[in-house]
């Protein structure tokens, strides 16, 4: 299995409240992306990562931010924490982004109340 | 931008039956990913494949380029197999962001 841990897997959180989840890899991959999952809905793209302190936006990324200060690590902050923003959120990582394999880690629920 | 269908949505089926779940896109592509989700569960990569065909145990997955087409086959089901299949292409050739459809819940019956 590709060493991709999320952290905190389950989280439940006020409404308005900064929230920070965490991705780190053990791969050493270049590209790591962050998703939400909902019903209804494939997998969406918030921001992801080409390189340490290179991100770009997906197409969900209102109300996100992210960072990335080294290989292993990128982090993922909802600066106020919206009902809407209530998902399962998915860390994923590959080595070369275009024609690569992803491998995801095993998702973080966020409740926001 | 390609736009992923995944057909059927939902399939439930008897052990031992062989399966298959259909993936169509819209854009020409360089690869198409194959991702099972199991409930509860995190998303693991089954395949990754740009032609032909591939096979893993009793999981085969095709694709037809000219045709924009994909099946995943599962030959002699079994309960263990019951999940939310995934299909996922790049937004546009060579893109390295991916489409994700929205997945096929299949259940295998004892």
């Known amino acids: 299995d590709a060493g991709i841990t999320q952290s905190p897997r389950h989280k439940v959180t006020e409404t308005g409240t900064p929230v920070t989840l965490r991705c780190h890899q053990t791969e050493n991959h270049r590209y790591m992306y962050w998703y939400r999952q909902d019903p209804g809905h494939g997998l969406r793209l918030i921001h992801y990562s080409y390189g340490v302190k290179d991100t770009d936006k997906g197409e969900v990324s209102d109300g996100y931010s992210v960072s990335r200060s080294k290989t292993e690590d990128f982090l993922l902050t909802l600066e106020s924490a919206t009902s809407s923003q209530t998902s399962v959120y998915f860390c994923?990582?590959?080595?070369?982004?275009?024609?690569?394999?992803?491998?995801f880690g095993q998702g973080t629920r966020l409740t926001v109340v | 931008k390609n736009e992923v269908e995944q057909s059927p949505q939902n399939l439930t089926a008897q052990e031992g039956e062989f399966i298959t779940i259909n993936c169509s896109y819209s854009?020409?592509?360089?690869?198409l990913h194959w991702l099972q989700q199991h409930p509860g569960g995190g998303i693991v990569s089954l395949f990754m494949?740009?032609?032909g065909k591939k096979k893993h145990g009793r999981l085969i997955a095709t694709i037809n380029i000219q045709e924009k087409h994909s099946s995943l086959h599962i030959t002699a089901s079994h309960p263990r197999d019951s999940a939310v299949y995934i299909c996922?292409?790049?937004?546009?050739?060579?893109?390295?962001?991916?489409?994700f459809g929205t997945g096929t819940r299949l259940t295998i019956i004892p």
């Open positions: 854009v020409g592509i360089s690869a």
């Open positions: 996922a292409v790049p937004r546009d050739f060579g893109n390295e962001k991916l489409t």
């Open positions: 994923a990582i590959s080595e070369r982004g275009r024609n690569t394999e992803a491998f």
């Open positions: 494949l740009s032609s």
